[in-house]
Each structure stands twice: as structure tokens, then as C-alpha cells.
């Protein structure tokens, strides 16, 4: 503990201002009392009160510091889905009744000495947290679905940034919504010890296979190709599996597989061509084997929406810069077009945007299907030469090319020495290096009649200043210049179009337009948005055509079981910048039965693919009955009707807790592996629990007290100047 002070003024200030104060006191009492008895009594109140006022002054704090232990918590985990009550047979306990006795152990009561334990019950959701005691008496596990990788992400979540000595998952390791166990291997934030709830090998082997689950694109282009994969679980007991997968009842395709002999999973790759518009239903069935009883999880159906190629957009880009992520945000908002961004990383492609890649290798894509292709910082070897070749047929047969560009593709190897040469609306002298400033940037007179610069209701276009041009550039014969950046070297070129054929083709010479989005000047920083956007719907005139409003539908769930909640979310979109006001919408859900339910969606706010909070509707209900069902969303802006497309979904039958299933010591050894944890027979757990050390973190505070600024101190300072004015009225001074 210490004292210290912390005046704003200099201490020789304020000790030479009390000095002062007290040799005028002395002065006057010296000059207009001498000889009076009252000096006596008025010169300590006065001295005594000028160093009080002195100390307050100085502004003193006692400073102490304390030294807190902060104990790490330790999490368990508890299984409470309904494959936890399963057993082998009558004699071997369940694996809940396994899991429960864990808690009954010793190395409960040597890890409560240095962490602080709390438990998580959880099944399709995190429970609240619980102690031991309580944990012992929660009831028998009856959870519809184990959400395993999200039970263990939200606690990940939930516990970031605090001290965690390690987690202890008591479940089976069986997640009824991922078909792979390769989500285990990931980075856990802390040791995952997780253990064997029922002996190995107890399972009898009788043959029994299941379609654990089916995946595929549930909305696709038409003339594209789609891949449905369809996990296969079980034990055949040698018997030779049939896959079979039927489109709208008939057989499509069969591909025989075998299981291993002590039983697991296969992966079947099935290709969906979809040659025309419509909502095609898909099922894949396992044909019974000899001796297999359980026989309603042999099948499931999935469906798929077939939808006209509208405004479709591809973008390809080399190693993704700040240009391609900033610009890909901007695709994944506009809602005018539907994008697919190929990006090579690790000299592969990956893709993301609100298309489902077809295939990994894009040269195979339809390019006639898309409405604007844009090419990033590629060099001439990073793609085929036949593929150049169909780029501008694409652009002969009327489609739109952006070249964006960067330092490779404006360099020597780049778009120059490619057969697009022939249709670029530049020519280059040469290969010139960037050059780099702080360039005014101006729409010239062609770029004021262009659509993509036209004033909106957003007012002018402003576009701020580029940091970066490639020089060298020479427009073409019948060219635009829409846009020009003021350099030293002169007014160069910026932005350039030409039409070749019934197509057009447009050159972005910077790679710093992202920037604009990071200016300060909230007006400013829109002009990359709005650039892209006008740009975009400029390059795409047929938007006219479309719908003024629509509306977009989703599910929450795409593999739902019986009895699972059924949750439809829908956002009303509207072209342009008019947003209708909250208006009535109403769900029409169509039963296996055939029975049409109209439903009142209530308004509530949902969450893009982009991330964005958006106004939105959402209905609920319980899926009561096995089969497909139809949802439709029905609206009416100002007079108009504006309808959804139809979103199909089928409910499986049964849920898969039920069915008796070994349970998935693959992913629990992973968990444990990945996470530096580990795997424990059932007699390794106390021991292995009992031995560990948690290291305990302390953390030092330091805590103030004012010394002046409290009651006493001013108590004392009003005390002194009453009683001097008591003592000067008592002896009559002035």
C-alpha cells in the first residue's frame, strides 16, 4: 500500500501558494490585531485550514494492489439424445446409465480442488450449465438429434478467452447431422478426453444398412450437372449392398458397394443432369438384405428446384487480393445477380458465393449460361487456350467481360499475350510498371450517358481518388473512355468499354477501388458499391425484365425428421431502392397428405448468407407426419401478388437415435487426438482425470481510494471556516 499524488500543478506552485497564503495571514493578523486574544484563537483555525485546502491540492490516493487466483474451469459434456439409452443387450448397462457413473468417481473430487467443473447437458441444443449433483439426477436421455460438432462449437464459443483446463465428453460420438467425422480433427480450444461408454465389439453383427444421409444442391441452373452423395452406414455381413437412386419413382441408377467386414460407412457419388425447369424428387434405396429386419431407414428422398439461368455471374481470380475480397462482399449483396467466385489458393480452386459449384474445374461450366464473366489478376498460362477461345465466342454471342486486372494480368504475360487481345478495348505500348499516388478521378462526358454513372436517387456520382494506375493503355477504335484518372504522366484511361460482337467488353485499369470503401466520408466510402452495382446492372440489360418484387424462401433444415420443427424463413426483395413497408405474408404448406395449410408468418429479422440482418418472416410447426412437403409464400405490394417459387422438403420417418447403432469411437478417438486430450476405456478414466495438473492463473488488481475527496476532509474544511466565523461574530471582528 502507498500513497501517492496526482496534482495537475506543479507541488513548488501550490507549496509557494500556501506559503504565501500563510504569511498574509500572518501579516494581517500581525497589522489589524496586535495584542488581541482572539489572534490566538483565529490564527490556528486560519493555519489549519489553509493546509488541509494544501492537502486537498496535492489530490493524495492510497494505491493498493491485490493478487486474485482465478481457477480454470473444467467442462463435461453430457450426451442427452436418445441413442444414449441404447444397449447391445439386456445384460450390458446403457450408455447413459455408463456415463452417469463417471460422475460418481474420485476424480471428481481432485479436479473440484483446482477447477471449478461445470456441466452441459445437450442433445440438438446446449443446455444451461449444471453441477455434478445435478447432473446425476437429470432424467433419461430422450433428445430427437444429436447437434455434436455444434454442442461442442457453441461451448468453444461460449468459454472464449477463459481459462479452460479441458473438457470431458460423455456421449457416443454419433452426430445425426454430419455424414463425415471429419470435423473432429479441427483446432478444439482446449484437451477433449473422451471415453468408450459400452465394451468394444458387443454389437452383434446381423446385417442391417441405412442411408444415413443424402446431399445435393437443393437449388440448381438448368443444362448444369450436380452431384448428390449418399452416406452409407451398417453391417452386411458380407452381403454385396445395391444403391439405388430413383428421379420422380423411376430407377436412375444402381451402383453396387461393399461395407467392411466389421461394419462402417461408404460414400456413393451419384451425377444429376437437369436438362429441364422443374422441382424433381430423388430418393436413394438399399434393397433389403437376407436377414435384415430394420428396413424403414433403407431410403430417403431429397428434392431438388431446377430454375431458369437468369443473371448469372462468374468471377475468377489468381490469389485472392483486397480488390477480389472486397468485390466478392459486394456480389454476395447484390441481389440482381447470382454469383460464383472461383479463387485459387494453394495453386487449387476454391469457390464461394450464392451459387453451388457444379465442379471444381470451371472450364467445364456452361459459359452461355452466365449474363457477365470477370477476370482478375490472371496470367495468360493460368488458363486453357481453348478456354480463351470460348471466352470470346462468349462475348461474339452477345455475353459481357470485365477484365479487373492487377499486376499480372496488365504485365507482359498477362491478358496482351492471350487471344483476348483481340476483343480488349485498349492496346498496350508496352508493359509499363504501375504508378502510385493520390489520382483525381473524372467521369468524362461518354461516362456521364452511361448507364452505370447515371444520377440515381442516391444523387451524383462521386467517386473519390484511385492510388494506383497502369499506364500505357491506348483506346481502341470505336472505344469509350467512361472514366479517367489525372496523374502525373498525364489523363490516363481508367475504366474503357467497347462492344465486340453482340457482346461487350470492359477494362478497369487500378487496383485500388476497394479503397473507396474505407473512407471516412460516409459518401465516399459508397462509391465502390454503388461503381460495381450500376456497373453490374448496366452490363445486364434483361434486368429490366424481371420481376419488380420477389420473394426468397428457406428452410431451416434440409434433413428434418419426424417430429422435428419445421421452420420457414422468408425476406420480401424489391429491385431498385423502394423498400415496401411491412406487409401481411402468408405460408401455404402442402402435407403428404395432400392437405393445404394456410399459415400467418409473423415478422422478424433473419440473417443473409452474407451476414447481413435483414427484415424478414418466419413461420413454425411440428412436422407431424412422414413425406414431402410444398411450402409456397404469398404476398401483395400495391396491388401486385408476388409469389415464391415453390420450396420442397422431405421428412424422414424415423429418427436415427432410435435405431440400434455401435456406437462412433472414430470420432471420440479423433476429438481426443486432435485436441491433445485423449481416449480412455472406461477403467483408464479416474486414473487418467484423477492425475491431471491445472495450472492456476492469478491476476493482479490494483485498487484506488481518494485520501481528499471524501466527507471527513470536507467536513473539516466547512468545520474550520464555521468556527472562525463563530470566533470573530463571538469577539466582535469584523
Known amino acids: 500500500m502507498e500513497i501517492i499524488y496526482q496534482h495537475a500543478l506543479p507541488i513548488s506552485l501550490i507549496l509557494g501558494a500556501i506559503a504565501v497564503a500563510l504569511a498574509l495571514g500572518v501579516f494581517f493578523f500581525w497589522r489589524f490585531l496586535p495584542g488581541e486574544l482572539a489572534a490566538f484563537y483565529l490564527w490556528p483555525v486560519r493555519a489549519f485550514f489553509f493546509v488541509v485546502l494544501g492537502w486537498c491540492m496535492l489530490m493524495p490516493n492510497q494505491k493498493r494492489s491485490l493478487t486474485e487466483v482465478i481457477r480454470p474451469r473444467f467442462l463435461i459434456a453430457m450426451d442427452t439424445s436418445g441413442s444414449m439409452g441404447l444397449s447391445p443387450n439386456a445384460t450390458v448397462p446403457t450408455r447413459w446409465k455408463t456415463a452417469r457413473e463417471t460422475l460418481n468417481q474420485p476424480w471428481v473430487t481432485e479436479v473440484e480442488k483446482q477447477c471449478d467443473i461445470e456441466v452441459y447437458p445437450f442433445s440438438s441444443e446446449l443446455g444451461q450449465p449444471a453441477t455434478v449433483a445435478a447432473a446425476q439426477s437429470l432424467s433419461a436421455p430422450t433428445g430427437t438429434a444429436t447437434l455434436l460438432r455444434e454442442g461442442l462449437r457453441a461451448l468453444a464459443d461460449r468459454y472464449r478467452g477463459q481459462p479452460v483446463g479441458g473438457l470431458l465428453l460423455l456421449s457416443d460420438g454419433l452426430d445425426t447431422r454430419e455424414a463425415r467425422d471429419d470435423w473432429a480433427s479441427a483446432n478444439w480450444p482446449c484437451p477433449i478426453y473422451t471415453v468408450r461408454l459400452e465394451p468394444a465389439g458387443i454389437w452383434k453383427a446381423e446385417p442391417d444398412v441405412r442411408v444415413d444421409l443424402i446431399d445435393t444442391p437443393r437449388r440448381v441452373v438448368v443444362g448444369w450437372d450436380s452431384e448428390l452423395k449418399a452416406v452409407i452406414d451398417g453391417q452386411s455381413a458380407g452381403q454385396p449392398v445395391r444403391v439405388q437412386l430413383y428421379e420422380n419413382g423411376g430407377l436412375l441408377e444402381e451402383v453396387p458397394t461393399q461395407l467392411p467386414e466389421e461394419g462402417g460407412r461408404r460414400e456413393i457419388k451419384f451425377t444429376l443432369r437437369h436438362p429441364m425447369i422443374g422441382i424433381f424428387n430423388y430418393e436413394v434405396r438399399l434393397p433389403a438384405l437376407k436377414g435384415e429386419t430394420h428396413t424403414n431407414d433403407n431410403q430417403q428422398q431429397i428434392t431438388v428446384q431446377v430454375n431458369d439461368a437468369k443473371n448469372r455471374l462468374l468471377f475468377l481470380e489468381d490469389v485472392p487480393r483486397n480488390e ?124 456521364l450517358v452511361h448507364p452505370a454513372f447515371q444520377k440515381k436517387d442516391e444523387g451524383e456520382f462521386v467517386m473519390p481518388p484511385v492510388l494506383s494506375v497502369y499506364p500505357g493503355s491506348k483506346p481502341s477504335a470505336g472505344a469509350q473512355v467512361l472514366v479517367t484518372a489525372q496523374t502525373a504522366e498525364g489523363v490516363l484511361p481508367l475504366v474503357v468499354q467497347q462492344r465486340y460482337g453482340q457482346g461487350r467488353v470492359v477494362v478497369v485499369l487500378s487496383d485500388s477501388l476497394w479503397r473507396w470503401s474505407l473512407d471516412p ?99 413454425e410447426l411440428p412436422a407431424e407426419e412422414p413425406g414431402l412437403y410444398q411450402a409456397v409464400v404469398r404476398t401483395e405490394v400495391n396491388g401486385t401478388k408476388v409469389e415464391s417459387a415453390p420450396y420442397p422438403v422431405y421428412v424422414r420417418p424415423y429418427t436415427p437415435e ?76 469584523a
Not at 431451416?556 to 420457414?568: E, I, K, R, V
Not at 402468408?586 to 408468418?601: D, H, S, V
Not at 472414430?666 to 485436441?675: C, D, E, K, N
Open 324 to 447: 477480389a475480397k472486397f468485390l466478392n462482399r459486394v456480389l454476395g449483396d447484390n441481389q440482381n445477380v447470382s454469383s460464383l467466385s472461383f479463387l485459387r489458393v494453394a495453386k487449387r480452386w476454391i469457390t464461394f458465393g450464392r451459387e453451388t459449384a457444379a465442379t471444381m474445374d470451371w472450364t467445364q461450366l456452361p459459359l452461355s449460361t452466365y449474363k457477365i464473366i470477370i477476370l482478375g489478376d490472371l496470367e495468360e498460362n493460368m488458363l486453357p487456350a481453348a478456354q480463351y477461345e470460348a471466352l470470346v465466342a462468349y462475348v461474339e454471342a452477345g455475353g459481357s467481360l470485365v477484365l479487373m486486372g492487377g499486376e499480372r494480368a496488365w504485365g507482359s504475360k498477362g491478358f496482351d499475350a492471350s487471344p483476348l487481345k483481340k476483343i480488349m478495348p485498349i492496346s498496350r505500348a508496352g508493359h509499363p510498371p504501375v504508378i502510385e499516388g493520390k489520382f483525381r478521378v473524372t467521369v468524362t462526358p461518354d461516362g
Open 521 to 619: 466520408n460516409p459518401l465516399l466510402s459508397k462509391s465502390y458499391v454503388r461503381f460495381w452495382s450500376q456497373l453490374i446492372q448496366a452490363l445486364v440489360p434483361e434486368q429490366q425484365e424481371l420481376d419488380r418484387f420477389s420473394i426468397e424462401l428457406y428452410c431451416s433444415s434440409d434433413h428434418p425428421y419426424l417430429g422435428d420443427a419445421l421452420q420457414f424463413s422468408a425476406r420480401l426483395m424489391a429491385r431498385g431502392t423502394e423498400t415496401p413497408a411491412e406487409l401481411p405474408m402468408t405460408c401455404e404448406l402442402t402435407t403428404p397428405a395432400g392437405r393445404k395449410l394456410p399459415l400467418t408468418m409473423k415478422s422478424q429479422g433473419i440473417t443473409t448468407s452474407a451476414g447481413k440482418h435483414l427484415p424478414g418472416f418466419i413461420v
Open 658 to 733: 432410435t435405431m440400434p447403432k455401435a456406437a462412433n469411437i472414430s470420432a471420440l478417438q479423433t476429438l481426443a487426438r486432435a485436441s491433445s486430450g485423449k481416449f480412455c476405456e472406461i477403467n483408464e478414466l479416474n486414473p487418467t482425470l484423477s492425475a491431471l495438473h491445472f495450472a492456476q492463473l492469478e491476476e493482479q488488481r490494483v485498487i484506488y481510494r481518494t485520501l481528499w475527496n471524501n466527507w471527513a476532509i470536507l467536513a473539516a474544511l466547512v468545520g474550520l471556516l464555521v468556527v472562525e466565523w463563530t470566533l470573530r461574530r463571538w469577539r466582535n471582528l
